[in-house]
């Protein structure tokens, strides 16, 4: 019995975590603050909305219009293609996290990653019915499509950056500072990730060449 009343208290919390995703998106400010510091958020809403921004990108390929998307799947790689998302998403909380510890940013590791998932929520809530309607507009009423969709990213974009001011309790101008730092720091990210992963790949190949050389001289 006392494990069925835990269950059912986490699932409410649970519920009650994804509907703030809602109240965050209205009110950045004040939600992004109770997000974290009065641990309204939840790791399980975080990924379930992230999931669903995930899913809602992969259903626009299938189900919008082809008025306004071009798709051919002979040239997609589903895995590629959700790896396109989460890599990114991961180098700005890594590259965020990383720069704002340094300059006493109070936000862990964590918070940054639920703030950016929440900070996603405008995309699935903006984008599903976008892609329903693309099917019933003509090319011409098109351009209110392409100005919502616009709208979706820098909505989102607006409510991560006003999350990470929050959670790192910084001020506006600092935010804005380590907001740049941090699309830079996902540059030096991805050079120094090439790098190393060249050197693996010319190592391996190295060494696979060294084998066959020396079976072909036994």
Known sequence: MFKSLTKKETYIKYLKSLKFGFYCMTHPLDGFWDLTHEKRGTYAAANTILFVTILIRILKLRYTSFLF???????????LY??????????????NWALTTLFDGKGRLGQVYMATCYGLLPYPVFQL????????VTIEEGQFYSVLSVISLVYCAF????GMGQIHDFSMGKNILFTIAS?????VMIFILMIFFSMITQ???????????MMFRI
């Open 203 to 213: 190592g391996v190949s190295y060494f696979i060449s060294l084998g066959k050389e």
């Open 183 to 187: 699309l830079f720091a996902m540059l």
């Open 69 to 79: 998307i071009q798709v051919y799947w002979e040239d997609i790689n589903i895995f």
């Open 159 to 162: 409510l991560i950056i006003a």
């Open 82 to 95: 959700i790896a396109s998302i989460l890599f990114p998403l991961a180098l700005w909380v890594v590259g």
């Open 129 to 136: 019915p976008l892609m329903i309607a693309s099917n019933f």
